[in-house]
């Protein structure tokens, strides 16, 4: 009887074991999915990383960095590692996933809407939570940004077709991934010119002509509509990925920043593949 109970704990203890291996390896997938898209395809770190010669500075990483002063805002990008004074160290999950998808911080004032956030209405359960568990591993880094100056009340634009969340079903179709994938990374909010009330997302889309004032001098978003003449219709599939990755045009200049590029570079070979199916059914606009 004694060997009998002692088998039985030990089969309890190994199933245990594996419950907790198996708890641990979801985790780990989690945190491994948020690592990817915080640092790839959403390019947190063009605007919350500090810069020097050689590119993002480490070892402050996420800890706020650009600033914006335009007509309705100027505003400084915050400091989003797990510092609880100046971070967001003290935020919960859920006031995290509120900024992230409705542009609410906790204490009710909304973002400047230079942060997408009305892009990320769109992000799957999976995904929010993935970039959520990954900003928890950043390291706290103390770095106090400037409080925001509001010049006029923040909106929440939310490109079309993006209003709500997609299922991880909806990305198993190649455009429709495409769709999801360009709109997180948010790449018609500088690809779509302004109109009388904010960004033309009916009459414009995709078509460029928005102006990036930097110490680059100035830059401007090009037309990727499928347009022949004035967007990329007559772009082959490497030409369109060598300039999302590599910054280079088709006629082999090169691109300015804010083109995320260098973070556009660690995309999977199938998340390329996505966008430059969707970026083909994109109306061509002149």
Request: with cysteine; glycine share 10%.
């Amino acid at each position: 009887m004694r060997v009998g109970i002692l088998a039985l704990a030990a089969l309890l203890s190994l199933s245990g074991n594996a419950a907790a291996q198996s708890g641990n390896a979801a985790a780990q997938s989690l945190v491994e999915r948020g690592n990817y898209l915080v640092n790839t395809v959403l390019t947190c770190a063009n605007c919350h990383t500090p810069k020097g010669p050689g590119g993002d500075v480490a070892d402050k990483a996420f800890s706020g960095f650009l600033h914006f002063d335009e007509p309705p805002f100027k505003v400084t990008a915050s400091n989003i590692t797990q510092d609880k004074e100046t971070g967001i160290g003290n935020w919960t999950d859920e006031q995290i996933k509120t900024v992230l998808r409705k542009g609410i911080k906790p204490n009710g004032v909304p973002v400047a809407m230079v942060m997408p956030s009305g892009f990320y209405e769109i992000m799957t359960e999976r995904d929010l939570n993935a970039v959520v568990a990954y900003l928890r591993t950043v390291k706290p880094v103390s770095n106090k940004v400037p409080d925001p100056i509001y010049k006029m009340p923040q909106g929440h634009p939310i490109p079309p077709g993006g209003d709500k969340p997609y299922t991880e079903v909806m990305l198993t179709d190649k455009v429709k991934k495409g769709f999801y994938l360009v709109t997180v990374a948010h790449c018609m909010e500088c690809h779509t010119p302004f109109g009388p009330r904010g960004r033309d997302f009916d009459a414009k889309l995709g078509a460029g002509g928005a102006e990036f004032p930097g110490p680059w001098g100035t830059s401007t978003s090009r037309n990727i509509t499928s347009s022949k003449t004035k967007g990329i219709g007559e772009w082959t599939d490497d030409e369109i990925k060598r300039a999302i990755t590599q910054g280079i045009r088709k006629d082999g200049s090169k691109l300015m920043p804010p083109m995320g590029y260098p973070y556009y570079a660690r995309m999977t070979a199938d998340d390329l593949d996505a966008i430059v199916a969707y970026l083909r059914t994109v109306p061509a606009k002149e």
